[in-house]
């Protein structure tokens, strides 16, 4: 009896990783991408702020990201470490190509800030109270991705028969997009960024409620002074110019 319930219990979580990232794949392929994208819109969008940039991308996922509220912590942990499965492959073979075939407005655009903020912001969103929000708010992250191309940038990039002159030269006519979409994801990832979208976006019912708290126990996961310290960082005129 108990092997069948050991069974029962792998199947059953088979079952669920499998439906998760065909969610997170259903996401960053764009299956949900349903308006033109309009670069000079978008632009504006962020300049208003990080809610306003990723409210159109939330409403498109809004029906899947509702389901969150009612998974459970191992599926939305499956969820998360899969969407950044995502992020973190673009990231790293962006930065190797940019690296090997020295393309410094691509270079610039993954500095080193960029990515202890995101590990510092990422490690408070793991712990089970805001697990739904940070799988909310990767979910909206993908969607973005999704509108802007970056898929179809990474596939570029990752393989395929294009010579490496024409890859370049596909980056360049498309580096507006990767731009705006590293500074998304930057100010998305920054503290004030998921104090902004849980503020704004309205995910859920208890996501306000969450506010004080993220604060407190993001302080405590990198330190009291981060916060100021991150802020600094965005607003340094040179925070741009930082290289991995």
Known sequence: ???QKIIIEKWRKYEETCEVEHLVEQIWRGDFVTEPLLLENEINLLEEGVAAFFQDAY???KSKVD?????GQSKLETFVKAA???LN???STAREFARTHNIKSLRKLLPKYATRSKQYV???LMMPKYLKIGAGILAVILQKAAKLGINTLLDVIS???ASGAKIINFIKENIKKVVLFMQGLVAA???AGVLEMLESLQMFKDAKELVSDFKQDFADVSGVTAFARFQTDLNRPDSNNQES
């Open 84 to 86: 950044l499965e995502k």
């Open 89 to 91: 492959d673009f990231l």
């Open 122 to 124: 990422l490690k408070t």
């Open 159 to 161: 393989g395929g028969s």
């Open 59 to 61: 409403s498109s996922v």
């Open 189 to 191: 990832l920054d503290p």
């Open 67 to 71: 389901q969150f509220q009612q998974w």
């Open 1 to 3: 009896m108990n092997n």
